[in-house]
């Protein structure tokens, strides 16, 4: 997992933790504003949560997908793997030649 994804992902930890802790110091207050804002925000919790599975599932399929599309025709993916990295190469040398003149 990339440092960015793990950071994304302990960010959105973060930010369900400190939701539910808000929940629960909120838990003893009285109004019907309150009472609607925890509704939402149980709400906004539980969609987050099924969207994360939904994220972590596509992710992994892709994953196997690739993996296996690998396995099956491992010199096309090395060839495609050369080729992305000459043509990445080529634009950062070239904007590189372009920033020192």
């Given amino acids: ?14 930010l369900a933790e400190d939701a539910r802790a808000l ?6 207050v009285a109004g019907d504003k309150v009472a609607e804002a925890r509704k ?3 709400t906004a919790l539980e969609h987050g949560r099924e969207f994360a599975g939904r994220v972590r599932d596509k992710a992994v399929a892709g994953a196997r997908a690739t993996d296996e ?8 993916a090395l060839a495609i793997g050369i080729g992305v990295g000459a043509l990445a ?5 070239r904007r590189n030649g372009h920033n020192g003149n």
Avoid: F, N, V
């Fill in 40 to 42: 939402r925000l149980a």
């Fill in 23 to 28: 929940m629960a110091a909120t838990a003893d």
């Fill in 1 to 14: 997992m990339s440092k960015e994804t793990q950071a994304i992902r302990d960010d959105m930890g973060q």
């Fill in 89 to 93: 190469g080529y634009l950062i040398g």
């Fill in 69 to 76: 599309a690998i396995h099956e025709h491992p010199y096309r």
